[in-house]
C-alpha cells in the first residue's frame, strides 16, 4: 500500500466495544466484545506524520492496558508528533500500570512538543473521569489515585458536566442514542455523514479507528450506525483514499448534518409539541433540498 503521510487534528482509537458497567445513558447501546486489534492499530499509525490530539474511546478504554501501550509504542516507532493524548474513563479501574503508561505517554507529547519548538500545548496526557448521574462509579476514588500515581504530564480530573446544565431545572443534554434512547431527557443526536474537512494531507475534522478495524468521522453514536457509516476497513485502502472517495459521496458540512439528524432523531422519539414536529420537518425538507444542490453542483445527480 502506498504510504501517504497524514497530518490530524484529532484521531481517535476506539480501543475496545467492551465495558464493565451498564449506564442507562449509555449511547453507544449494548457493549460488544470487540477489542481493536494491533494490526489495524499498526497500519493506522504507519500513515500518521503529526497528531495534535490523540483520544481513546470506548467502551472502558481501560479495559485493554496492553492497547494503549501498543498505541503509544506505534507512535513512538513511526516518530509521530503527539501533543496531546487523552481518554475518558468510568474510573472503576484502578491501576498502577496504566497510570505509568499514561505518565510515558505524558513524556512523550512533552518530548513532541520540545522538538517542535514554539509549540506548546498546555495538556500533554489527559485523564478525565466521568462523573454523571448515571455512572455507578466512585469518580473521587479514581481522582485521588491516579492524581498519585501520575507525574506533573499528565492532567487528571473529574470531567465537569454542569456547563451542559446538569441539574434539576435543566436536567442531563445527551444523545437520542443507544440506551439514552429510554430516558425522558434524551435529545440531540450527532451524524456521521458529513464532508470531512481536509485540505491536501491535513486532516481538520475528528476521524476515528473504530474497534472493528474500520476509518470513520468521529461521533457519539451508537456502535450500530458506526458499523452502518465508515470508510471501510484500514487494511483495504490508504486513509488519504477513503477520505477523499468520502468527500465525494457525503456533501453536507457538519453543522448542516448535525442539525438534520437531531431533527429526524427528535421526530423518531415522538416526544415533540406539534409546532416543534412542523419545524423539524421543514428543517429536514431545507437540509434534503441544500444537499440535493450540492450533488446537482458535483454532478451527481
Ligand atoms: S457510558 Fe461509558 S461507562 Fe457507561 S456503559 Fe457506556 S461506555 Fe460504559
Keep these: ?179 439514552a434512547k429510554s430516558l425522558d431527557n434524551s435529545f440531540g443526536c450527532s451524524s456521521l455523514c458529513y464532508q470531512a474537512d481536509m485540505s491536501g494531507n491535513n486532516i481538520k475534522c475528528k476521524v476515528q479507528l473504530n474497534s472493528t478495524g474500520d476509518i470513520a468521522l468521529s461521533e457519539l453514536v451508537e456502535f450500530e450506525t458506526e458499523d452502518t457509516y465508515n470508510m471501510g476497513c484500514v487494511e483495504d485502502r490508504p486513509i488519504i483514499d477513503m477520505l477523499k472517495h468520502w468527500n465525494r459521496v457525503y456533501l453536507l458540512d457538519c453543522t448542516n448534518a448535525w442539525h438534520r439528524e437531531t431533527a429526524i432523531k427528535a421526530l423518531e422519539s415522538g416526544r415533540m409539541s406539534l409546532n416543534d414536529r412542523r419545524e423539524a420537518r421543514e428543517m429536514i425538507y431545507n437540509i434534503n433540498e441544500i444537499e440535493e444542490n450540492l450533488q446537482e453542483e458535483s454532478g451527481l445527480i
Design 1 to 179: 500500500m502506498p504510504n501517504t503521510k497524514l497530518n490530524f487534528n484529532q484521531f481517535i482509537f476506539e480501543v475496545t466495544r467492551r465495558c464493565n458497567l451498564e449506564c442507562p445513558h449509555c449511547a453507544r447501546g449494548e457493549a460488544q466484545n470487540i477489542d481493536l486489534s494491533m494490526a489495524h492499530i499498526d497500519t493506522t499509525i504507519a500513515q500518521m506524520r503529526r497528531v495534535e490530539n490523540v483520544s481513546l474511546t470506548g467502551g472502558e478504554p481501560f479495559l485493554v492496558p496492553d492497547t494503549i501501550k501498543h498505541i503509544l509504542e506505534q507512535l513512538k516507532k513511526n516518530d509521530v508528533e503527539c501533543y496531546s493524548f487523552s481518554v475518558v474513563t468510568n474510573g472503576t479501574i484502578l491501576s498502577e500500570d496504566i497510570a505509568e503508561i499514561f505518565n510515558d505517554i505524558g513524556f512523550y507529547c512533552r518530548a513532541s512538543q520540545y522538538k517542535k519548538k514554539n509549540r506548546r500545548y498546555p495538556m500533554k496526557a489527559e485523564i478525565e473521569i466521568s462523573d454523571t448521574p448515571y455512572h455507578n462509579n466512585n469518580p473521587q476514588e479514581a481522582l485521588e489515585f491516579y492524581s498519585k500515581h501520575c507525574n506533573g504530564n499528565v492532567r487528571v480530573h473529574i470531567q465537569d458536566y454542569t456547563k451542559y446544565g446538569n441539574d434539576e431545572s435543566n436536567k442531563y443534554e445527551m444523545a437520542y442514542s443507544g440506551r
